[in-house]
């Protein structure tokens, strides 16, 4: 269905799809992005335009629904399908990061499909401006939507298997970022004076 979308209505189903599925919508992103990188590679899309407009439709998304749980994050995050992922566990550890490192814990959640939508709700609710929010998320989706668009890109004759090898790369990413995190808190801590 997301491939022949693409390939009707080009740049608009791309910047729909992905703005739909920042608003929770069950579409995969990675799979538009790659699909969008393959339509450039057989000249149905244009390889640059594809790539802008997908972190358009990406960042585009994020930030409606950002807005969205700012004026009614209560309710958003009282939604059975967030309360499902965001356990009172998760939650706390959420807001913990928020309340240190929020810039670093959204550009962390763009890349975590299952806690991405609640850690946005959480950070609209913890009043981390639209600024740091767009920076922090932007700047996230610009490292993997040119990676992703031109995978899809370079290797369109083998997108199925490209799909699952970039699930990959990018959980490395998360993982690379959260043991850098984790070792700068580390040292921060061995750094203080005793009390």
Do not use: N
Request: glycine letters at 10%; proline letters at 5%; hydrophobic letters at 55%.
């Amino acid at each position: 269905m997301v491939p022949r979308l693409i390939e009707q209505f080009g740049y608009l189903a791309v910047l729909a799809l992905l703005g739909l599925a920042g608003f929770g919508v069950p579409i995969p992103e990675e799979l538009t992005q790659l699909t969008a990188g393959f339509l450039a590679h057989e000249g149905w899309l244009r390889l640059l335009p594809a790539i802008v407009t997908c972190w358009l439709g990406i960042v585009g998304g994020d930030f409606a629904f950002y807005t969205l749980a700012r004026r009614h994050g209560g309710r958003v995050l009282e939604s059975r399908a967030v309360r499902r992922l965001l356990t009172p566990t998760r939650r706390a550890w959420l807001e913990a990061h928020f309340a240190r490192h929020a810039f670093w814990t959204i550009a962390i959640a763009r890349h975590a499909s299952g806690l991405r939508l609640p850690a946005f709700a959480l950070a609209a609710l913890h009043g981390v401006r639209p600024t740091t929010f767009l920076l922090a998320d932007g700047l996230s989706a610009l490292v993997s939507v040119p990676l992703v668009v031109g995978a899809g890109f370079l290797f369109s004759r083998h997108l199925g298997q490209v799909h699952r090898e970039i699930r990959l790369v990018e959980l490395g990413i998360l993982a690379a970022l959260a043991l850098g995190l984790g070792a700068y808190a580390v040292v921060r801590r061995r750094r203080r004076p005793p009390a």
